[in-house]
């Protein structure tokens, strides 16, 4: 007969074959064996049920564990974290606490990476606190983590301070670091610290490290790095990595140089839909707005379905080249086709375009289509602002106030009638 150790060897074979069915029949045999008081086999089988997106199946969840340990609590971390819950990942954190358990190292990253996702500097100022308190300090991983979470939240001051430090560092230390820099627009100092890390450290470049190296070119737009740093990735077999090819395809184009950029494209034998997004946007930026509408279209063709970043992509490229019907006809898909609601900023970039193209009517029109206040505000003050000699002459501009006093406050709403009576008074 098989025992618990068995059965948790079978649950792992079940995450292995990737069948719900078959998870929920060892599960079954589970109960039916009496297996359910023990504590590792039941986190096991909230393992396997988590790897399939699974909260509830036949009457069990997390909520319903008579008993739960640390790792029961960290795999449900772990997992609302996976699925971009990061405040109910904190919540549970909280339960955690308040229910005596003690935690570990991973629980404290998956707090660290749940602030990090969030943004929230204060909240993960008090979990370095906690960290310290708990004698977690020391801990390499969990060190990288808030080294992270310090350079995503913009306090790039405390993570210098982590990262120095750190008596024996990892490359997760040094790419942490590096990648902290340059989103924070210190590309220079970030790949001088690439350069002190090859003087100091044994280690190779891995695709991470790459990547931030490639970006560092790409925010200084400067073609010879970036040139370096593509040969770099041939000498290292990185350029296999799609990744790797993704960021040099941005680089090349942030760099000016959208012909490079295609022929980077065109050379990659797997492509994603970042690939494609960032393609378009290369040839987008470069003034080559019909290849980018033409590549956006090919995109299906190629079995990629498009995402919002590829819409945006392609509208962007519309409204700075001034392709009117071109612009519609994305804004139209997006909203009919994909069902996907834009933000309140494209509204507003769309009806610039058309109040500047004098096609009023459709102005109206869409900005009448604007699904929530904030984006029909967008809408209707980027129609005033987009061009003051049409407010003078269109009784657009009426409409336009008269939906402003209804969405915004008095005093934006006074704003205006003042500006529309101003421009009257002008003729």
Known sequence: MPNCITMMSVTQGCLGHGSLRLSESVHGYIVKAGFESDLSLMNSVLDMYLSFG?????????????AKDVISWTNMMGFLLDIAHPVEALQLFSQMRDSRIDVNVVAMMIVTSA??????????????????????????????????????CGDLGCATILFDQIGRKSLVSWTAMISGLVSNGQPREGLHLLIRMRR??????????????????SEMANLELCEQLHGCSFRSGLIQSVD????????????????????VFQSMRCRNVVSWNVMISSFGINGRAEEALCLF?????????????TFVNALN???HSGMVDEGLKVFERM???????????????LVGMLARAGRLEEVRKLAELATDDKAASSAWWALLGGGGHICSTSSVAEVAAAKMCEISSWDASYVVQERVSLSWLKD
């Open 297 to 309: 279209q090919e995109m299906e063709n190629f079995g990629e379905k498009p995402d919002i970043i």
């Open 200 to 217: 100091e450290e044994p280690f190779h470049l891995d695709s991470v490290t790459l990547i931030c190296c490639v970006a560092s070119s």
């Open 115 to 152: 602030c990090t996702i969030l943004g929230d500097l204060t909240k993960g100022r008090s979990v370095h606190g906690q960290i310290v308190v708990l004698g977690f300090g020391s801990e390499l991983p969990i060190v990288n983590s808030l080294l992270t979470m310090y350079s995503s």
């Open 54 to 66: 699974c909260l509830i199946s036949q009457g069990v969840s997390f909520a319903k564990m008579e």
């Open 335 to 349: 909203l009919k086709e994909e069902q996907i609601n834009p933000r309140a900023e494209r509204y507003g970039c």
């Open 244 to 263: 790797v090819q993704n960021s040099l395809v941005a680089a090349y184009g942030r760099c000016g140089y959208a012909g490079i950029a295609f022929r």
């Open 317 to 319: 490229t519309c409204v």
